[in-house]
């Protein structure tokens, strides 16, 4: 610190005097009013001052500055720009909801920080940018629901981040990237129930973690295993039911904390791959017996049990035998039998644990069971059974908790529950089981719950479940049995997620699917296997994805397939190989995708079976003439609008057709046009046909056109007189009308269940149309639930 740099400061000060019409200040000239400044320790204190910015004009050599206790609603960028020497600085209890980015800027030589007991609700990516010498870093008792990805990144040497008593709810991957000195990170005291894989990679520094007090509900295995320094672990206070096989992995992992949970059982195996484990706490629990850890597990020094309901008999023995071979001390005291109640674990000794005969057994525990689960309440006959926060109608058996911010799924729904709409939570996750007692569900609504995992066996048990909706989630990948256990499943909606790859594997256990929705995701390719197992699938929506290839195998085991929607994705030609045993497909979209040209006999493999065929808005410049050999009577829509096609191929073999649309292409008039001018004549459809060559003839509709007339086989074109016709302006590209009848809405909803809604711009078909091609769940399914529903 140079004398020149308190220079500037000095002259300002009678201007300042000036500004504040003289009072007399008690302190130097420097110190901030209302402030008191030790000029030897060069501190600023303004506790508790109802200031409501940071005060401006703090000495510049200041180095800590205490603002607890102010007005401070907002943090703007370099709001500490004139005190770029502080190492402290304190903000507690200012009021704070934004800390804008670069708010810190500026301060390189800040070491602690705490901007605890604020009501900060983001972490804004650059929020702590320029405080590269960070050590300590508290954010407690704010309102933290989200980190934003890159929040910490410019924290190199950050030891201690406290984010306790927040509103965490999921912490995404890499959300801690940067912190490359993290020591202790303590995030007790939130709603975690749920760390994403890649949660704490990267932190090879740090050594101990502290996640008590969420929402947890079972050991995240894999997110914990990328944590390689990590010695010591709490997550008392979780509400984990069971510790499974080689849970817990963690190579330095020394001090594991599991106390006041709900675990009633423990895999021998559970701590095999922690091999420096040395006190495990798992004090507080519904543990009744635990085995012996299977040979390999780490030595333990202190295995701490107690507050368990331990049954000190037979089945205990082994432990206890364990524990006298290899010194473990073991903390806790028997829960019964009678004459053991209270007793010190360690005081008793393994040939005194012994059991009654069987039957004694059982009854003593029968007897404890009900001394410890509580009579169940009657519900009162009139009164449906309904979990806190969600709405049930026992008239229509719908149970709804839409938008009511569940973090878990709710329990508790009657058991003649038909319609669960859970829409619009934050579950994050589905774990296994997370449905209990509701077997005769047909539609359950999860869109919009921010699901990034389903767990296997998720949805066990739902036998009844016909429409599952989980649209408008974050998964990226589906575990191979998360659809366990619903043997009639048919409509499976998965649009609008992150799929990055067909989530193969899926189906295998869903033996009644029938229609597929897994429009705008990000799968990129379609590779063979895809479709194991889905073999009765009839309908595949993949609108919206990012698909480039499609393997020449992919579709082969979905002989049955009858609607593919692809459009817009990247293909770049027809997959006509891999359809090559799609001989039952009667509706293909592949709008908007960039396929340049259609080649002769593409459509080969569909031609008994096609009946609309989209390729529209695909850029497409030449069709051969062959390119539509074989779809013959059986093709009903042809979709060619918004393309680059000067000529069509004839369409005279096209004899059932209903709709064509040609509209949007640059034609042009000229003699190999002929064949559709005179199949034009013959037909009697609207053809959206209009000539954009020869110059003169532009704007026209090919119908109009009588030039044909003088090419060779022309002849037979009626002779109308000559109208000079204006330019006609060129028709837009005209949408087929879906030509649903205008049922009440809440039917329509119904019927979309059987269309994909997500098409909807395309639809021409009709729900009888649907109905002939199966797509209906069985008919008396179907009017039962128009009758469940509405
Ligand atoms: C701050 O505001 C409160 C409430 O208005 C008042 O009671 C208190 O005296 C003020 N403190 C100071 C130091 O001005
Ligand atoms: C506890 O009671 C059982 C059966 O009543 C008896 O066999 C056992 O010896 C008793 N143990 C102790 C320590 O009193
Ligand atoms: C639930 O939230 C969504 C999205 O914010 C909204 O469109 C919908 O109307 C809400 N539903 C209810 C019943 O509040």
Not at 17 to 27: M, R
Not at 50 to 72: F, H, S, Y
Not at 664 to 681: F, Q, T, Y
């Amino acid at each position: 610190m140079t004398h020149s740099h308190l220079c500037p400061d000095t002259l300002w000060v009678p201007l300042l005097c000036l500004l504040l019409l003289c009072v007399p200040a008690v302190h130097t000239a420097k110190c901030p009013q209302q402030c008191v400044c030790d000029q030897i320790q060069l501190t600023v204190t303004c506790i508790n001052r109802n200031l409501t910015q940071v005060p401006p004009n703090a000495d510049e050599i200041t180095v800590k500055l205490d603002l607890r206790g102010n007005d401070i609603k907002e943090l703007p960028t370099g709001a500490f720009k004139h005190t770029p020497y502080l190492t402290h600085l304190s903000l507690q209890r200012c009021n704070i909801r934004t800390v804008k980015e670069g708010a810190f800027r500026g301060l390189g030589r800040l070491v602690f920080l705490n901007l605890a007991n604020n009501n900060i609700e983001i972490l804004y990516q650059e929020s702590f940018d320029g405080l590269s010498s960070l050590k300590q870093l508290m954010i407690d008792r704010n309102r933290v629901e989200e980190i934003q990805p890159g929040a910490f990144s410019q924290l190199g040497f950050l030891n201690l981040l406290s984010l306790t008593h927040n509103q965490l709810v999921y912490i995404p991957n890499m959300a801690f990237q940067g912190l490359q000195n993290i020591k202790w990170m303590r995030l007790s005291h939130n709603s975690l129930n749920y760390l994403d894989t890649e949660a704490f990679a990267g932190l090879v520094t740090l050594t101990r973690l502290s996640l008590d007090h969420n929402e947890l509900q079972f050991f995240p295995t894999e997110t914990m295993t990328r944590l390689p320094g990590v010695t010591r672990l709490d997550l008392s206070y979780n509400p984990m039911t069971y510790l499974g096989e080689e849970a817990v992995s963690m190579a330095k992992l020394a001090q594991l904390f599991l106390d006041h949970m709900s675990l009633q059982d423990m895999a021998n195996t559970a701590i095999l791959n922690s091999p420096s484990l040395t006190h495990l706490d798992i004090s507080f629990n519904q543990l009744r017996v635990l085995q012996p850890f299977s040979e390999g597990s780490p030595k333990l020094a202190r295995l701490n049990m107690a507050g368990n309901p331990i049954y000190c008999n037979c089945y205990l023995r082994p432990l206890r035998e364990w524990a006298i071979r290899g010194k473990v001390k073991l903390m806790g005291t028997c829960g019964g039998p009678d004459n053991f109640s209270g007793e010190n674990l360690e005081a008793v000794y393994p040939p005194e644990l012994r059991c009654q005969s069987q039957e004694a057994m059982l009854k003593a525990e029968f007897e404890e069971a009900i001394r410890i689960t509580p009579p169940p309440t009657e519900a009162p006959e009139n009164k449906v059974k309904c979990p806190a926060n969600c709405v049930c109608e026992a008239e229509t058996h719908h149970s709804s908790c839409e938008n009511r911010s569940h973090t878990k799924v709710p329990r508790g729904f009657s058991p003649n529950t038909r319609l669960l709409d859970l829409r619009g939570n934050h579950f994050h996750y589905i774990p296994s089981n997370s449905f209990p007692g509701v077997a005769q569900v047909v539609s359950l609504h999860l869109q919009r719950c921010k699901i990034v995992d389903v767990e296997s066996g998720a949805f066990s048990g739902m036998k009844g479940l016909i429409y599952l909706y989980l649209s408008e989630n974050d998964l990226t990948s589906i575990s191979p049995d998360a659809f366990k256990g619903l043997p009639q499943l048919t409509y499976l909606h998965l649009e609008k997620n992150r799929f990055t790859s067909f989530p193969k594997g899926a189906f295998k256990l869903v033996p009644s699917l029938l229609a597929l929705h897994l429009e705008n995701n990000a799968v990129t390719k379609l590779e063979s296997g895809i479709l194991t197992g889905a073999e009765g699938l009839r309908a595949l929506y993949l609108t919206g994805n990012a698909i480039d290839h499609i393997s020449p195998r992919a579709l082969d085991q979905a002989s049955d397939l009858d609607t593919l929607h692809l459009g817009g994705n990247k293909l770049e030609e027809v997959p006509t190989e891999a359809l090559s045993k799609s001989g039952n497909l009667r509706d293909l979209r592949l709008s908007g995708n960039s396929i340049r040209w259609v080649g002769p006999n593409t459509f080969r493999p569909l031609e008994r079976s096609l009946k609309e065929l989209y390729l529209d808005n695909m850029g497409l410049e030449k069709m051969s003439q062959n390119s539509l050999t074989g779809l013959g009577p059986g093709l009903r829509s042809l979709f060619l609008e918004g393309n680059q096609l000067e000529e069509v191929p004839d369409l005279h073999p096209l004899t059932s057709l209903e709709v064509i649309n040609l509209a949007g292409n640059p034609l042009m008039c000229d003699c190999p046009l002929l064949p559709l001018r005179l199949w034009i004549e013959k037909v009697n459809l609207k053809v959206r046909a209009t000539c954009s060559n020869p110059p003169e003839l532009r704007g026209r509709r090919v119908k109009d056109v009588h030039a044909f007339k003088a090419c060779p086989g022309g002849e037979s074109l009626p002779s109308l007189p000559t109208v000079t016709l204006k330019p006609a302006k060129t028709p837009k590209t005209t949408k087929p009308k879906a030509n649903a009848p205008h049922w009440p809405q809440a039917r329509q909803e119904a019927q979309s269940q059987t269309q994909t809604s997500q098409d909807s711009e395309h639809q021409t078909s009709s729900s009888q149309e649907n109905q002939e091609r199966g797509l209906n769940p069985q008919p008396s399914t179907f009017a039962w639930l128009l009758f469940l529903f509405f």
